[in-house]
Nanobody, 125 residues
Framework: QVQLVESGGGLVQAGGSLRLSCAASGRTFSSYVMGWFRQAPGKEREFVAAISRSGALPYYTDSVKGRFTISRDNAKNSVYLQMSSLKPEDSAVYYC??????????????????WGQGTQVTVSS
């Protein structure tokens, strides 16, 4: 298991920006595919973005394309989610996830082995 700790959530006005960070334990971070998911109250957890082991291949759900950017720094065992042009519907708890096999850019929860505790993002209108 990989330990994941998210940070950077908070309250922001619509149109604003936030940068989420996720720090991972372990010595083989560069072999993991990393993803971000979110869960709004009363809704199922949904995929937001994923990034390949090298960072060369990002993958986004349609609703965040052009507004969110996923990136990683393997030297720092960290993955980031830069969120811009935020909308009230982006409000949710955001979770970082790791696919230890590193085989695919999954968008399903079961593609990932380890999860962080989540960080709250609230976008006010």
């Amino acid at each position: 298991q990989v330990q994941l700790v998210e940070s950077g959530g908070g309250l922001v006005q619509a149109g604003g920006s936030l940068r989420l960070s996720c720090a991972a334990s372990g010595r083989t971070f560069s072999s993991y595919v990393m993803g971000w998911f979110r869960q709004a109250p009363g809704k199922e957890r949904e995929f937001v973005a994923a990034i390949s082991r090298s960072g060369a291949l990002p993958y986004y759900t349609d609703s965040v394309k052009g507004r969110f950017t996923i990136s990683r720094d393997n030297a720092k065992n960290s993955v980031y989610l830069q969120m811009s042009s935020l909308k009230p519907e982006d409000s949710a708890v955001y979770y970082c996830a790791a696919d230890i096999s590193g085989l695919r850019l999954g968008r399903r929860e079961y593609d990932y082995d380890s999860w962080g505790q989540g960080t709250q993002v609230t976008v006010s209108s």
